[in-house]
DNA sequence: CAAGGATGTGTGCGCTGTCAACTTAAGGCC
DNA sequence: GGCCTTAAGTTGACAGCGCACACATCCTTG
């Protein structure tokens, strides 16, 4: 392979670690084709090879962050540990993850990918890593340390909450507390409180409960 | 005041509801100044004497936005409810507010807003309507109906629960099902189970709960 | 070794946000 | 009433963007 071949070799995804760097460095809402192709060292066209349109691009991104993101939340599961308790773990794992990915994040779960309902491959890739929690949650109803509620219902819930507060955190809502994983004991405190809505038995929390 | 007026009278006012205007026909992310103030009728550089940017404008309508929507819950509350009730009611205006203004929704909690810890009066309006829910839950905590936890905590966790859940039906995750308020039954068993994680003796849900 | 598809380039269009320089209208002061 | 400051709106321009089109180059396969 000669080093200033007219081909590139493998710009498909040298366009995408470009623009992961990019997003990294500037953002989601700074992200160009262009740039991207500057980057990589191409002219401004030659994405269009590889996708269909700057839409496309990010469609790609964020199926690769979706199975990222089911990865890692899986792998913080135990064997040995209860459901509840395992449905803790991978909300935490969730939440690290966005959080330490924020941009990333925000190009998977915001606004800037545009009829997300048209790529069947994303929705797909979304609808696997929820299945994680899904499965967690179907177990529990299962082994009776849930409520015997429709599992979609409940995965959706705890869904909600972990997403609501990574999103509010990500896009600034609680100002520098929280954004600091320093900071782990509110969210564990907030998960604490995101299970116990479909425990059948919620733990005590913290001293006071009384319950 | 003649009509062809050189000056237009109200050009912010009107600058604002045309804004808002085409983001409800074609969404923020087609939105754009020189459409606004071709809808106007006035030259593409008008807006720039009443808003410094383009973010400016788009802080201007995300602070009325908060305002509304923390109007709209107050005005849901009952006085002879308990605060659980309230708290439930407040977080159905909620859904019912986000999902029947998405583009505004999407508009004041999404990306479209750069840098808005740098908006004092947007913060602030932000923390106004998240207010209604707090005072909720420490008038909760008074009265014994919620856990004695941090209130900032518990309020977090449901703010969360409920943006949550608008972020991802806004955004399309629950596909056609849910948008629609007509299915309020599901919307309203995802709220009760929300409350569940910070009610002292939870409701019974459903027929099945067993506890 | 020729052909042809895959991959990358160059140029250009219409759109955008924003700026500088200009024009117009309105209101206060003598 | 005439003048002058100033707010409000216009005109024209610039750079950057996504994307479409025609063209160039290379690799592979017969």
Chains 1, 2 share one sequence.
Not at 115 to 134: C, I, K, N, T, W
Not at 166 to 174: E, K, P, Q, V
């Amino acid at each position: 392979m000669n080093s200033a071949s007219y081909h590139h070799g493998n710009l498909r995804q040298a366009l995408l670690d470009a623009a992961l760097l990019l997003i990294r460095q500037r953002g989601i809402e700074q992200l160009s084709l262009r740039a991207i192709a500057r980057e990589v060292g191409v002219s401004q066209t030659a994405p269009y090879r590889h996708f269909a349109d700057k839409n496309r691009l990010l469609v790609e991104i964020a199926i690769q962050t979706f199975n990222e993101l089911a990865q890692h939340c899986q792998a913080a599961l135990q064997a040995d540990a209860s459901t509840p308790e395992n449905i803790r773990l991978c909300g935490l794992a969730y939440l690290h993850f966005a959080i330490a990915n924020p941009e990333r994040y925000k190009l998977t779960f915001g606004q800037s990918i545009e009829h997300r309902q048209d790529y069947p491959e994303l929705m797909a890739a979304g609808m696997d890593s929820f299945a994680v929690l899904l499965d967690l949650v179907e177990q529990g109803i299962q082994d009776g340390s849930l409520l015997a509620l429709d599992a979609q219902l409940m995965a959706n819930t705890c869904w909600s909450t972990i997403h609501g507060f990574a999103s509010l955190a990500i896009d600034g809502f609680y100002q520098r507390q929280c954004l600091t994983l320093s900071n782990d004991q509110l969210i564990n405190n907030m998960i604490d409180l995101a299970t116990r809505a479909i425990c059948r038995q919620p733990p005590d929390l913290m001293k006071n409960t009384d319950q």
